[in-house]
């Protein structure tokens, strides 16, 4: 009999086929992702018998885009439009006026506040159905950051969550710190990207579409353009190598990105291309292809898919010295370095050292790493403590 789980996200994620590969992993293990979890209360009620547990990976969702009602259902504007004369004259003002910032602002604020109360009791209903709750643990909170709303949810989650899952030791450790486990706890490291990728397209046809030359060391930065990646250090690290290498950056701008700013940064820069816009698999493949290292100085990190891809298509990396990329890296020099993060000379430094590895010792060691991560090896402890769980 399958162990069955709704998951948010479901599959088909277009930004992270991570949930693919994780389910498709717990299959044999008799672990079946039967659909998309809902955060809904009627959802739950009519599928609660199907299943014996929910699973969350990225809970702020729920409350940072929690609406009580839709536009069209708004029970003020059909009390209205029944209730008094020439109804929409009123309905238009009233539209004027909450179409202002600082209402949306408000509204947005109580409509979180009421997201979190309703994620409450979501999760106690699902209790009461028989459920188990999952979380995996991706990060200790957004990119962007987090208010007290969220770190309250993140709270609850931890109270109320069966089985959490961490994908390494310095995450559990982080969220020891500022939670109480009441559940059960594994440890799985982020399993690698093997079969997502398409191989790559000849070099010189990506080379010719990007208008970059064969002759010079590419390194590159590809992904969604957020603040906390430390773009602006790569730049700099670049404009100090004056021209020794290429710059490749390639990926989606976050809403809260500055990417005017990144594009005066690199038009400054010889032979450096941005390409801001949603990456497909075989443009991330082509990229990474291309690139003779990939540049990752964040400023921050809990875990990182981005670095199993990077491993997974056997291209080493550059990191800040995070204890996420240290616990990961700091027995695998040729397959990666590490540097003190937001400091554009020693990142510029580490660029040419790191690259004064050949290519096909620093290729084949950032393979050999992703093959310790082949989902195999990582799935079976958090399958036996899944099926433990009926």
């Given at each position: 009999?399958?162990?069955?789980?709704?998951s948010?996200p479901?599959?088909?994620?277009?930004n992270?086929?991570?949930?693919?590969?994780?389910?498709?992993?717990?299959?044999?293990?008799?672990?079946?992702l039967?659909?998309?979890l809902?955060?809904?209360?009627?959802?739950l009620?009519d599928h609660?018998?199907?299943?014996?547990?929910?699973?969350?990976?990225?809970?702020?969702?729920?409350?940072?885009?929690?609406t009580?009602?839709?536009?069209?259902?708004n029970?003020?504007r059909?009390?209205?439009r029944?209730k008094?004369?020439?109804?929409w004259r009123?309905?238009?003002?009233t539209?004027?006026?909450?179409?202002?910032?600082?209402?949306?602002?408000?509204?947005?604020?109580?409509?979180?506040?009421?997201?979190?109360?309703?994620?409450?009791?979501?999760?106690?209903?699902t209790?009461?159905?028989?459920?188990r709750?999952?979380?995996?643990?991706?990060?200790?909170?957004?990119?962007?950051?987090?208010?007290?709303?969220d770190?309250?949810?993140?709270?609850?989650?931890?109270?109320?969550?069966?089985?959490?899952?961490?994908?390494?030791?310095?995450?559990?450790?982080?969220f020891?710190?500022?939670?109480?486990?009441?559940?059960?706890?594994?440890?799985?490291p982020?399993?690698n990207?093997?079969?997502v990728?398409?191989?790559?397209?000849?070099?010189?046809?990506?080379?010719k579409?990007?208008?970059?030359?064969?002759?010079?060391?590419?390194?590159?930065?590809?992904?969604m353009?957020?603040?906390?990646?430390g773009?602006?250090?790569?730049?700099?690290?670049?404009?100090?190598?004056?021209?020794e290498?290429?710059?490749?950056c390639?990926?989606?701008?976050h809403?809260?990105?500055?990417?005017t700013?990144?594009?005066e940064?690199?038009?400054?820069?010889?032979?450096?291309?941005?390409?801001?816009?949603?990456?497909?698999?075989?443009e991330?493949?082509?990229?990474?292809s291309?690139?003779?290292?990939l540049?990752?100085?964040?400023?921050?990190?809990?875990?990182s898919?981005?670095?199993?891809a990077?491993l997974?298509?056997?291209?080493g990396?550059i990191?800040?010295d995070?204890?996420?990329f240290?616990?990961?890296?700091?027995?695998?020099?040729?397959?990666?370095?590490?540097?003190?993060?937001g400091?554009?000379?020693?990142?510029?430094?580490?660029?040419?050292?790191?690259?004064?590895?050949?290519?096909?010792?620093r290729?084949q060691?950032?393979?050999s790493l992703?093959?310790d991560?082949?989902w195999?090896?990582v799935?079976?402890?958090?399958a036996?403590?899944?099926?433990?769980?009926?």
């Amino acid at each position: 009999m399958h162990f069955k789980i709704a998951s948010y996200p479901g599959r088909g994620n277009p930004n992270n086929p991570y949930v693919d590969l994780f389910y498709n992993a717990l299959e044999p293990h008799g672990v079946t992702l039967a659909g998309e979890l809902e955060f809904n209360i009627d959802w739950l009620k009519d599928h609660s018998e199907q299943l014996n547990a929910i699973h969350v990976h990225w809970p702020e969702i729920f409350w940072r885009e929690y609406t009580p009602f839709k536009e069209n259902s708004n029970p003020i504007r059909s009390f209205i439009r029944t209730k008094f004369p020439a109804g929409w004259r009123l309905i238009k003002l009233t539209d004027q006026l909450t179409a202002h910032p600082s209402y949306q602002k408000r509204l947005a604020l109580v409509n979180k506040i009421k997201g979190y109360f309703y994620f409450r009791k979501f999760l106690a209903k699902t209790h009461q159905a028989g459920l188990r709750i999952i979380w995996t643990f991706h990060n200790a909170e957004t990119h962007e950051g987090s208010d007290f709303i969220d770190h309250l949810g993140y709270k609850y989650l931890a109270k109320s969550a069966d089985l959490i899952i961490f994908h390494s030791e310095i995450a559990q450790n982080d969220f020891l710190k500022h939670h109480q486990l009441k559940g059960q706890a594994v440890l799985m490291p982020h399993g690698n990207y093997d079969g997502v990728y398409p191989p790559e397209r000849p070099k010189e046809t990506i080379l010719k579409e990007l208008g970059l030359r064969d002759d010079l060391p590419i390194v590159s930065c590809i992904g969604m353009l957020r603040s906390y990646k430390g773009l602006d250090t790569a730049v700099q690290a670049i404009s100090l190598l004056e021209g020794e290498v290429q710059f490749l950056c390639a990926g989606y701008p976050h809403p809260s990105f500055d990417i005017t700013s990144l594009q005066e940064q690199i038009a400054k820069l010889p032979n450096a291309v941005l390409i801001p816009k949603f990456l497909s698999n075989q443009e991330f493949s082509d990229y990474t292809s291309i690139s003779d290292c990939l540049l990752m100085p964040y400023k921050k990190i809990t875990g990182s898919g981005a670095l199993l891809a990077a491993l997974t298509l056997s291209r080493g990396v550059i990191t800040s010295d995070l204890p996420y990329f240290r616990e990961i890296l700091a027995n695998h020099p040729d397959a990666g370095t590490l540097v003190p993060d937001g400091n554009p000379q020693l990142l510029a430094n580490s660029i040419k050292q790191y690259l004064a590895i050949p290519a096909i010792k620093r290729n084949q060691a950032a393979r050999s790493l992703a093959e310790d991560y082949n989902w195999d090896k990582v799935i079976p402890p958090v399958a036996n403590i899944i099926n433990s769980l009926n």
